[in-house]
């Protein structure tokens, strides 16, 4: 079996002191997918055949407007038409050996590595991001395909064998336990059919290459739906199938539908020949989808992740520069448009004024504009919507708390939706802290007890990811038994709540941020796509 690595692309060239190369590299890639990605027709692709449609959709870079290509506006007849190939295909897929499916899958993550700055030069200009956290995002999609098919190895493709022993005695009838002859038992983990895998648009590479790889590796075959609506990301979507196609993943396995979710997500969770979804989005749709489907009576497998509204605490024990520096990373990177970032802060009074002041000192440096440029920290908002949220937010604020920093819109003379970070102080039983915004927006109260902070932490339908900063290892300690998230972080400067590691942290939701209590990068997560049999033979 192969030993896991992870990628760690931009940490190995600044760790060998080749910063520019990297930078070099990363622009170089921009000039490149410029001319030979943007601004084409790209087709849907169904059972490896590409098709093109009367219906079309532009997708534009958030950045400035510009096009990035036209892609297919698929309906329920595309839908039904590539799950039946899906279906078609799952028969003669499943029964390819455990072997076979990992050896493909390693060369996916071998092209995708060898096209790592194209890739994540096209991420940034599709959901703007800066060239940091794209190419980061495209280590973790190689990532998670080098780990499953590490686990699915490392398991033998979950099968495990036993014997029952035989016995001479005899009796007329069977009953549990009664002696009999020797029996063979198998336990083998089958791939369910057909899985419907909806991509969102903030890690349209890495979690669309994780819930992918999850379900196709175990032997399933997908419909493949990339985010074509308001937020389009349906270039990485494309790309990230022609490595898996070019890897020899063979036609109908993996099938590319672009559409809008209320004709093709509808049908994929509703259709009867899907037998599972993985999901990652808003727990609105999510609980939508799970809703519907079981209505009909479908028993259908959902593995999911729905968002959250993600807390930090600080205590008055702790080094206040390291909260500072995790705070603002996990609130503001890639604009808070991520499901585990920071977005409420609960700080012990006597040590308030003083974080928010350092907040401030160090929010007031973090540079807005063009992604691409490599000074830039944050970047636009995806769409004109997340404008109106971020409106309607600072209006909330204006009429209720105290907005510490930011609030306005910018007009950078590019286009795109750009905007200042906010820091607002609110009551603890504002809406602010408890809906999920997906903006870089961070609102902060005080506390003066550890169990009443926790209490307010947990307070909220979502369990996704948290953080604590605190030196003193009894309130450690207190922490890490009491908080109900899936993901927690302690004193961690880089990140107070962002930045889950394949191989190292598990991401998983608990409450309404999840459904299986099973993340991903872990041993669990490749179990969520099979079911198992019990297999006993007496020869």
Known sequence: MQSFKNEFTYRSFLDSGKEEEFDSLFDNAVEK???????????IIINGEEIYLESELIEKSPINGLTLGIFQKGSKSEAVAAIESANNTFDEWSQVDYKKRVSIFRKAAKNI????????????????????????????????INYYSNELERNKGFIRKNIISGTQSKVESGFQG??????KIKIVMKPYGVFGIIAPFNFPVSISAGMSTGAMITGNTIVFKPSSTDNMTMLTGYLLYKAFSNAGLPPGVFNYLTGPGSEVGSELSTNKLVRGIAFTGSR??????????YSLGNQMVFVVEMGGKNPVIVSKYANIDSAVSGISSAAFGYSGQKCSAASRVYVHNEIKDEFIKKLLEKVSLLKIGDPIKKENFIGPLISGSSLIRYKESVDEVKKSGKLHFGGNILDLGMGGNYVEPVVAEVSKDNILFKNELFLPFLVITSYSELEDALKEANNTPYGLTAGFYSERRAEIKYFLKNIKAGVVYVNRE???????????????????????GKGTGSKFYLEQFMREQSQAVVE
């Open 33 to 43: 997918v410029k001319t030979e990605y943007f601004g084409k027709k790209y087709p």
């Open 178 to 183: 009664a002696p009999g002859k020797e029996e």
């Open 284 to 293: 609105t749709v999510g609980m939508s989808m799970i809703t519907q489907s």
């Open 494 to 516: 880089i990140s107070a709540t962002t930045g889950a590691i394949v191989g190292f942290h598990t991401f998983v939701g608990w409450k309404g941020s999840g459904f299986t």
């Open 113 to 144: 590595s060898e096209k790592k700055f194209e890739f994540a030069a096209v991420l940034s200009f599709e959901n703007g991001k800066s060239r940091y956290e794209s190419m980061g995002e495209v280590d973790e999609a190689i990532d998670f």
